[in-house]
């Protein structure tokens, strides 16, 4: 279990699955804006697999966010940009909108990028999203990243066209702006 302010990240557990088919099925708007070009993606699959995790990994590749009073908010993850290894990033999602725009974005967000940079022999850390995900956006450039590709109308949403965006930010500036998370 991991802390930083109002925020604890801690591995997945067999009751969080029932959140999960809440976010998926009944709560999803966050879906509007995470990948939104994704949709078609089996979702029951995606489901069964929080409901079928029962081992802890050394290095954790997606751990869930608390609220200080337990509440279970959402998930933050790494993976690898389309399968290159020298290209890891992370993402967060805060599925209730009633939980969002409280700052707990910035504050797991911020503790999953510590706990990366701790436990991964990496110099930078990516995250990526699109132009019109404005949330995110401002999300990234809070904890500290900065736009580092840009792809020109890559992402078509609801009929529009959007840029894909990376965001990156070094071991040394991110430190540099969280010396208390060195962990």
């Known amino acids: ?28 708007e966050w879906m509007d804006w995470d990948a939104p070009w994704e949709k078609d993606e089996d ?20 751990l869930q966010i608390d609220t200080l009073d337990e509440q279970h908010i959402g998930s933050v993850n790494s993976y690898y940009i389309n399968g290159d290894k020298s290209k890891l990033a992370v993402g967060i999602g805060i599925y209730s909108v009633s939980t969002r725009n409280k700052g707990y974005g910035a504050y797991a967000l911020s503790l999953w990028m510590a706990y990366v940079f701790k436990n991964r022999d990496i110099d930078i850390i990516y995250t ?41 930010i070094t071991r040394e500036d991110f430190f540099t702006k969280y010396p208390h998370l060195k962990l």
Not at 15 to 24: E, P, T, V
Not at 43 to 62: F, Q, T
Not at 136 to 157: P, T, W, Y
């Open 1 to 28: 279990m991991l802390q930083n302010g109002n925020i604890i990240l801690r591995y997945i557990k067999e009751s969080d699955a029932k959140d999960y088919s809440n976010w998926i099925y009944v709560e999803n």
């Open 43 to 62: 979702l029951g699959e995606l489901l069964k697999h929080y409901a079928d995790v029962k081992e802890e990994p050394k290095i954790y590749s997606r």
């Open 128 to 168: 990526q999203t699109w132009s019109g995900n404005l949330p995110m956006v401002r999300l990234a450039e809070k904890v500290g990243f900065v736009e580092s590709n840009r792809l020109i109308n890559d992402r078509e949403v609801r009929g529009l066209k959007y840029d894909a965006l990376e965001f990156s």
